[in-house]
């Protein structure tokens, strides 16, 4: 088979790595598509994947974000006309699910978050397939267009499908200049201001880090998602936060950290599923994975300092059962063998 990943932001690097790895293992071609977007180009050399890169990030604007999609959809229709492709794929991917329906070629989105509103009302309908966690019921997707026969739920976090094989790096926090084994360590992800799902700021964020950045025995973290993050995030006058100025092996950070605080939800998830102390500040309207972690005690709430427990952690906490990414990699090539299917009986008849 043929598959096509098309990739538009850095967490999605983790997530397809593992997928990419089976399907060539198991004698299938892939090709990958890139958006030049945080620190996506970085992962992909990190996790020895080569991708065409396609377009960037335009920005908050709703018109430079229409631009942005109508440029790369004309740069992915372009380059993938002739490639014989049998299924797309891609992480809530509005530039491919428009590419590949132009392109007649089938195609599955997946998304762990229901509330992307405007992104969902466009590639929800023109894909043939939603791949989202079980925890999203069903009827937050009917008014995307979705009918039941056209989504496959999945039990648990994506993040505990590409940690299946993970092994933390355990010099990552030396990598960063922390030395001192008794400090307590914090990772701090700030919020994805440049969706149209959180259109707002966050000023608890910026309050909270100075809060903890007065506090002893305390190391910060912060991983910036833009390089106006960065730059922001790099001029704080406080020594004990550090903002590292390239793409760092998260999972191993983590995992390596005594609490997670992020203002999204990736990062947040794959704490969770590493056993390692997790906060939410998320501004915007939070989804049916948070909520079940939230309800489960796996997750907490943040406002202030006040919230968050600054302890070693307990390394005795559970680390959750990692799973088999092989379920992605079955249904995605269960929707390229429908399409054969649907090819040999046209044939036939």
Not at 53 to 73: D, E
């Given at each position: 088979?043929?598959?096509?990943?098309?990739?538009?932001?850095?967490?999605?690097?983790?997530?397809?790595?593992?997928?990419?790895?089976?399907?060539?293992?198991?004698?299938?071609?892939?090709?990958?598509?890139?958006?030049?977007?945080?620190?996506?180009?970085?992962?992909?050399?990190?996790?020895?994947?080569?991708?065409?890169?396609?377009?960037?990030?335009?920005?908050?604007?709703?018109?430079?974000?229409?631009?942005?999609?109508?440029?790369?959809?004309?740069?992915?229709?372009?380059?993938?006309?002739?490639?014989?492709?049998?299924?797309?794929?891609?992480?809530?991917?509005?530039?491919?699910?428009?590419?590949?329906?132009?392109?007649?070629?089938?195609?599955?989105?997946?998304?762990?978050?229901?509330?992307?509103?405007?992104?969902?009302?466009?590639?929800?309908?023109?894909?043939?397939?939603?791949?989202?966690?079980?925890?999203?019921?069903?009827?937050?997707?009917?008014?995307?267009?979705?009918?039941?026969?056209?989504?496959?739920?999945?039990?648990?976090?994506?993040?505990?499908?590409?940690?299946?094989?993970?092994?933390?790096?355990?010099?990552?926090?030396?990598?960063?200049?922390?030395?001192?084994?008794?400090?307590?360590?914090?990772v701090l992800r700030t919020a994805p201001e440049v969706t149209l799902y959180h259109r707002h700021g966050n000023p608890l964020f910026d309050e909270l880090i100075d809060q903890l950045a007065t506090q002893p025995n305390l190391t910060l973290v912060i991983i910036p998602r833009t390089e106006e993050q960065r730059a922001h995030y790099s001029s704080l006058p406080y020594a004990n936060v550090i903002v590292p100025h390239e793409a760092v092996d998260g999972l191993s950070l983590i995992a390596a950290a005594d609490f997670v605080i992020g203002a999204g939800g990736t990062m947040n998830r794959e704490a969770v599923a590493l056993g390692t102390p997790a906060y939410t500040m998320f501004a915007g309207r939070l989804g049916a994975v948070d909520e079940r972690l939230i309800a489960e005690g796996r997750l907490h709430r943040a406002y202030s300092a006040a919230d968050v427990a600054i302890v070693k952690k307990d390394l005795r906490a559970a680390v959750t059962a990692p799973r088999d990414p092989q379920l992605f990699v079955d249904e995605i090539l269960r929707v390229a063998r429908r399409r054969h299917g649907r090819t040999r009986l046209g044939r036939v008849l």
């Open positions: 088979m043929k598959i096509w990943v098309d990739i538009t932001n850095s967490p999605h690097v983790l997530f397809f790595a593992p997928i990419i790895r089976r399907l060539e293992d198991q004698g299938h071609m892939v090709t990958l598509t890139a958006r030049r977007y945080a620190q996506t180009e970085q992962l992909l050399k990190r996790y020895g994947l080569r991708a065409v890169i396609t377009g960037q990030h335009r920005g908050k604007s709703i018109p430079a974000k229409a631009v942005g999609l109508a440029s790369r959809t004309s740069h992915l229709i372009a380059s993938m006309r002739h490639a014989h492709v049998d299924v797309a794929v891609g992480h809530n991917s509005n530039d491919l699910a428009l590419a590949a329906w132009t392109l007649g070629i089938p195609q599955l989105t997946m998304f762990d978050y229901e509330y992307a509103t405007v992104s969902h009302h466009l590639n929800v309908r023109l894909v043939d397939e939603i791949v989202v966690p079980e925890a999203i019921p069903l009827e937050r997707l009917v008014p995307y267009g979705a009918r039941p026969s056209k989504v496959f739920q999945y039990p648990g976090l994506k993040e505990e499908y590409y940690l299946y094989d993970f092994q933390p790096d355990p010099t990552v926090l030396e990598q960063l200049g922390v030395t001192d084994k008794q400090r307590v360590v914090g």
